[in-house]
């Protein structure tokens, strides 16, 4: 009895042989996230607009197709999914790992640095999910968006970052509602702050490090790995009747 009960909550997380693109695979979250799919033996179809960073996440995992391409690009996004269709034979999904991290006072805020920010964050954001939904088409699929949990709570300084991440949150609410009939799940994970190298800047201010750590109940920073269970939830059979949600780590 033990066995099978085992065996039926293996399964439940499962994600073998399931297929996924991963954008920001170069990146300090992206690149762990996808490492761990596939060791959980998942195919991936990674991109990054950096060669390098996504050269060295590449040649750590076997039979990935590697590609330096922005997500923000269309038809880059329309041909990685049909090149991940044709070299593996389906198509599960794709996590958005990719984004910007400006940080400044409202009143001193470079105006091309805050719309660039929300360009990245949210407009790409919206034109990948949109891109890969129309690649999953009826078969349905995952679609799951690194947030923030700047997407919720307020910090100084963050004007564009944590609207663009609230911004984000929100649409992945609306198209959830949208695409749920065709069986498209739209989530987001909103991760606390993390040591990547996105942050490594900031967080080598003393002060800036010190007031991030007191903020977070742990104690501490979050860690790539932090997300990996809520990540395979939600690519997983067991968050099969999740959407909509940002799931906060």
């Given at each position: ?6 065996t039926a ?50 040649g750590?995992i ?9 997500m ?23 996590i ?5 991290l ?37 078969d ?24 663009s ?26 991760p ?20 991030a ?15 990996f ?6 690519l997983?059979?067991?968050g ?10």
């Amino acid at each position: 009895m033990a066995d099978n009960q085992q065996t039926a909550c293996d399964s439940l997380f499962d994600i073998s042989g399931r297929v996924y693109l991963v954008a920001g695979a170069g990146g300090g979250l992206g690149g762990p996230i996808a490492c761990e799919l596939a060791r959980r033996g998942a195919k991936l179809v990674l991109f990054d607009t950096c060669s390098e960073a996504l050269a060295r996440i590449g040649g750590s995992i076997d039979d990935a197709v590697c590609e330096t391409a922005d997500m923000g690009d269309t038809a880059s996004v329309e041909r990685l999914a049909t090149l991940a269709r044709d070299r593996f034979g389906r198509l599960d999904g794709a996590i958005n790992a990719a984004g910007k991290l400006p940080i400044s006072p409202a009143l001193e805020f470079d105006e091309a640095v805050f719309r660039d920010c929300i360009e990245v964050n949210i407009v790409s954001a919206f034109t990948f999910s949109r891109a890969i939904a129309k690649a999953l088409g009826d078969d349905g699929g995952r679609i799951l968006h690194i947030a923030s949990v700047s997407s919720f709570v307020v910090n100084p300084n963050y004007a564009a970052y944590a609207s663009s991440k609230a911004g984000l949150a929100q649409m992945v609410k609306v198209l959830a509602r949208e695409w749920a009939p065709r069986n498209i799940l739209v989530n987001a994970i909103g991760p606390a702050l993390t040591e990547t190298g996105l942050t490594h800047d900031y967080l080598a201010d003393a002060g800036f490090r010190k007031n991030a750590i007191s903020a977070i109940p742990m104690g501490r920073l979050g860690e790539p790995q932090d997300l990996f269970g809520a990540v395979l939830l939600l690519l997983s059979d067991g968050g099969r009747f999740i959407t909509g949600q940002t799931i906060y780590a």
